[in-house]
């Protein structure tokens, strides 16, 4: 598969993500105070990017190690995405209603490259860092 068919399902990965976050925020706001509902929905819809992220963006085998290092990606995101507001508003001057999409389309990049980076380390040949269908043998 080539980067481009990555970065193409990468983009709709994230498409997916965002949808299944708002989606869930909604959901749980009905019985829990946003702040619990942001959280949970966050949390949820990362586990969900993570096996969409491994099984359809580069179709690999998902592990303990690239679960655990998942979250690397959206930290990344969140640090690019301040610094970019920042400076796009303090520094260039820029409208703060449009700073938060210029600052996000920055990171795609970024974050694209960290993600593949997980995703795609060479696995180790124990099979116990599967999470998904294989047991060790005896």
Known sequence: MTVTWQVLRFALVGVVNTATYYGLYLLLTLRLPYIAAHVIAFALSMVG????????????????????????????????????????VDVAGLDSRYAPLLAAAAA???????????MLRPDTTRTRDSLVGTVAPK
């Open 49 to 88: 990017s993570f096996f969409l992220t491994t099984f359809f963006t580069y179709r690999t085998r998902p592990t303990w190690r690239k679960f655990l290092l998942f979250p690397l990606t959206n930290a990344a995101n969140l640090v690019i995405t301040t610094a970019g507001v920042w400076l796009l």
């Open 108 to 118: 795609i990049p970024v974050t694209f490259l960290l993600s593949r980076t997980i």
